[in-house]
């Protein structure tokens, strides 16, 4: 079995949801809520989400509505739901790790909604973090991580992403970023450097499984 060593990357870029935090709870309150109020069946609202910024699920269940303000209402419930959120083992302890010039997050999350995140979470707002209206096209499209390295001056290969979905792993590696695979939807994918089920079993810093 292969090791990543971190010491090989000027960067360690996270995704949010499915990565630092598990808030499948809160986005199914808050998009449930916001579907009622539309008038619109929720479990197609849910399908629908799959992979997408709201403001892109807005637009295409609701091409009638304004899709910054229904995005921003969603987000809104978002944070009122906060408390439907669950940590990820070792998340916490493993982002900590890593010095904060070093560390960002990149989430398709609205930027409000991923900031209450990470503080029910208690994890510390990083120095860097590009959210959904930060970029016109969002996860799997590599906009978001080519918007980090273009801030950090950073070359594709010396940024590490750890990613949970096959949407995040398209993102991270088509900017050219080597990406680990969080939980059970990355395992197995071709594209990623290495895999973990959750960080609490990474006893070192600079270890993870690796398909290699």
């Not at 292969?2 to 000027?10: F, G, P, Q, R, S």
């Not at 930027?111 to 503080?119: F, G, H, P, T």
């Not at 799997?140 to 995040?168: I, K, W």
Request: aromatic share 6%; net charge negative.
């Amino acid at each position: 079995m292969n090791e990543v060593d971190l010491d090989n990357y000027d960067h360690v870029a996270f995704d949010l949801d499915g990565v630092l935090v598990d808030s499948d709870a809160v986005i199914e309150n808050a998009l449930r809520r916001w579907a009622w109020e539309k008038r619109l069946c929720p479990e197609y609202v849910l399908r629908t989400s799959s992979a997408r910024r709201d403001i892109e699920l807005v637009a295409a269940i609701a091409p009638s509505l304004s899709s910054e303000r229904e995005a921003a209402r969603i987000a809104d419930y978002e944070v009122q739901a906060m408390n439907l959120l669950q940590p990820i083992q070792g998340a916490a302890e493993f982002y900590s790790s890593i010095t904060a010039g070093r560390r960002s997050v990149v989430t398709s999350s609205a930027r409000a909604s991923a900031l209450a995140r990470l503080k029910a979470a208690g994890i510390s707002r990083p120095r860097i973090m590009i959210a959904a209206e930060d970029v016109r096209q969002g996860k799997p499209n590599p906009e978001p991580y080519q918007m980090l390295l273009h801030m950090l001056r950073v070359a594709p290969d010396r940024c590490l992403v750890f990613e949970d979905s096959r949407t995040g792993i398209a993102a991270a590696t088509t900017a050219g970023c080597d990406c680990i695979g969080v939980g059970p939807d990355a395992s197995g994918h071709p594209d990623i450097k290495g895999w973990i089920e959750n960080f609490h079993e990474m006893t070192f810093v600079d270890r993870v499984r690796n398909f290699c």
